[in-house]
């Protein structure tokens, strides 16, 4: 029988789809306040993908950070419904302007949150649920058939290559300070 472990921390990052360069700045540097330094930040993506974000206008941006500090897999509902209270208060006369969504990546996969049911999602707790959205094998991320087609993209895909290695660096450095000791 196997013995119940727990899990490494993981490296959590965002991906936000805007049209406002400033409420993006904003909304980064609370969560930078919340989370720790971002280690790395993609390029500005065109984001066409969908309608579901027509509210939010035409001319749509994305863009993904990844934050230095890593997290306990079970924080991930308390950063969801912190997002979302971030995009409400950004929001205007109603309508939200920025989509914040944020998920984590370990090294054989990378999740995302989210607010709704689906059947390949799985609830975690407080209304949120979690989706996993790539996995690493042989060298690479392969989508499932529900990934969205916009995290199947090149571009995509290098931000959570950067960001795995990244990661593997600050678990390796944890392993050294752990044997240190």
Request: aromatic share 16%.
């Amino acid at each position: 029988m196997a013995e119940p472990l727990q899990p490494v921390k993981v490296k959590l990052f965002s991906g936000f789809i805007y049209s406002d360069i400033k409420v993006l700045n904003d909304c980064v540097n609370i969560l930078r306040d919340a989370y720790g330094q971002a280690d790395f930040i993609s390029d500005e993506f065109s984001f066409a993908h969908t309608d579901y974000y027509s509210e939010m206008g035409n001319s749509l941006l994305k863009r993904f950070i990844s934050f230095e500090q890593l997290v306990k897999r079970e924080d991930l509902p308390a950063v969801k419904l912190f997002t979302n209270s971030l995009e409400n208060r950004f929001s205007e006369n109603g309508i939200r302007i920025i989509n914040i969504d944020p998920g984590y990546l370990t090294m054989s996969n990378v999740f995302l949150a989210s607010c709704k049911d689906y059947y390949h999602r799985i609830y975690i707790s407080d209304g949120v649920y979690m989706e996993n959205e790539l996995r690493f094998t042989q060298g690479r991320y392969i989508p499932f058939e529900w990934t969205y087609p916009d995290y199947q993209k090149e571009e995509y895909l290098n931000f959570f290559r950067i960001t795995r290695n990244k990661y593997s660096d600050q678990l390796k450095l944890e392993n050294k300070k752990k044997d240190a000791v």
